[in-house]
């Protein structure tokens, strides 16, 4: 099974040869939180997303 930071990763370079995208990565949390520190999502320019930032997503 492949990490899933390997797998947005992997989602962004399929998107990025055809459109903009943008990588988003949590920096910082305080407290409780679903998603850590280096928590990626991906997402396209026509709004398509992959990964997670909080406790939804992909």
Same mark, same amino acid.
């Given at each position: 099974?492949?990490s899933? *930071? +390997?797998?947005?990763?992997? !989602? ?6 055809? !459109? $903009?995208i943008w /990588?988003?990565? +949590? %920096?910082?949390?305080?407290?409780? =939180?679903?998603? $850590? $520190?280096g928590?990626?999502r +991906? %997402? =396209? =320019? *026509?709004? !398509?997303?992959?990964? =997670? /930032?909080?406790g939804?997503?992909?």
């Amino acid at each position: 099974m492949e990490s899933l *930071d +390997v797998n947005v990763l992997t !989602q962004g370079i399929s998107w990025v040869v055809s !459109q $903009p995208i943008w /990588l988003c990565t +949590v %920096i910082t949390t305080c407290g409780s =939180s679903p998603r $850590p $520190p280096g928590a990626m999502r +991906v %997402i =396209s =320019s *026509d709004g !398509q997303y992959h990964g =997670s /930032l909080s406790g939804g997503g992909y």
